[in-house]
């Protein structure tokens, strides 16, 4: 049985690799054709193959479930084409048994996913973002097409550029008084963090009062504020491409400060619970592999395989952005398509055992 285990794990593996290598391949690729538009000045061919490659582990994990659909699918109805299932069967391997030697390579290869989607990817996607803004970001940073908003409390900022080190290019600041009236606007070309306090360079002030505007000029501004450089590495990613732990600070945060974390929430219920995702994708395989998809051609088990991938998917879609308008918890919008999918493969695994 050990044998038969590690056969059946090569084969799922290698398919579910496969899978995935080609997925994130295409992407990519696609990636790297709209990022052509981009080209110009400081920001060279070289710059977008870079961001590219950088932005490669965060799709690694995104893909991951679909590809373990799919390549189980491929996988297994190898084996099934073949009559191998039909042979380990007759020798009285149980469909329980079949399931394990499944699940155990995906279990593996899910643990590698965290393990890029917690440590590498967060990472390698800022120093993408951070470089791409820095050779696009132009003088004014009111102007810029790139960059990132954040309030607290009755001032709002505006950074062109945010660098892993505790760095900020183009950082503006907006103060609002009581009655959202503008007081005043700071502007400064750099920022960086030191002994635990901020500092704004060349920092250009503009204070509006009842007289006027008054303008004044300041080499070195201590600047307080309650983000760290901790804080401001996931403020300038997307949800999506955060960590499970900054999703959760952040997330954390927002609410300290009043804000709506909503799409931070349903970021980390989706990562945290995206290993509940993949095993129900290779439960819903298997019972496929053993119910209607056991004798057809592999090219429709591939079309089968997208076609669920893409209706899971859309389920998310739709009940994400379902809990933000109608307020109920996020993580039910997490699980509503994980069950669905292990209610609809057991009830197809029971119904042919």
Request: glycine share 8%.
């Amino acid at each position: 049985m050990i044998k038969l285990n590690r056969y059946i794990g090569r084969t799922v593996a290698g398919s579910i690799i496969l899978v995935l290598l080609v997925i994130v391949g295409i992407d990519l690729l696609s990636a790297l054709i709209d990022g052509l538009k981009d080209v110009r000045g400081n920001y060279t061919f070289w710059s977008v193959l870079q961001y590219v490659g950088l932005t490669a582990p965060g799709s690694f994990y995104d893909y991951l479930p679909f590809a373990a659909l799919v390549g189980c699918l491929a996988g297994l109805g190898t084996l099934a084409s073949s009559s191998e299932l039909i042979v380990m069967r007759a020798a009285g391997v149980s469909t329980s048994k079949l399931v394990f030697a499944v699940i155990k390579p995906t279990l593996a290869i899910t643990l590698l996913g965290l393990l890029v989607a917690e440590y590498v990817a967060p990472v390698s996607q800022q120093i993408a973002e951070s470089q791409r803004a820095v050779a696009l970001q132009k003088t004014s940073a009111i102007h810029s097409q790139h960059g990132m908003w954040h309030r607290e409390g009755q001032q709002f900022m505006h950074f062109n550029a945010v660098q892993p080190n505790g760095v900020l290019f183009g950082v503006s600041i907006f103060r609002f008084d009581e009655e959202r009236q503008l007081e005043e606007n700071i502007f400064a070309e750099r920022a960086y963090y030191t002994e635990g306090k901020w500092t704004l360079e060349a920092a250009k002030i503009v204070t509006l009062a009842p007289k006027g505007a008054q303008f004044e000029f300041i080499p070195q501004l201590p600047w307080e504020t309650g983000l760290s450089p901790e804080l401001l590495n996931i403020l300038v990613l997307d949800p999506k491409d955060l960590s499970i732990s900054g999703l959760w600070r952040y997330a954390q945060y927002l609410n300290k400060q009043g804000l709506n974390a909503g799409d931070y929430e349903l970021a980390f219920w989706n990562k945290l619970l995206q290993p509940l995702t993949i095993m129900g994708m290779v439960l819903v395989a298997i019972s496929f592999i053993f119910g209607p998809l056991r004798n057809v051609t592999m090219g429709f088990r591939v079309f089968v395989g997208v076609m669920v991938g893409i209706v899971f998917r859309t389920l998310q879609d739709i009940l994400g952005p379902s809990s933000m308008v109608y307020g109920f918890d996020p993580i039910f919008a997490s699980l509503l398509p994980i069950c669905v999918c292990f209610l609809a493969g057991t009830y197809m695994l029971m119904k042919k055992a």
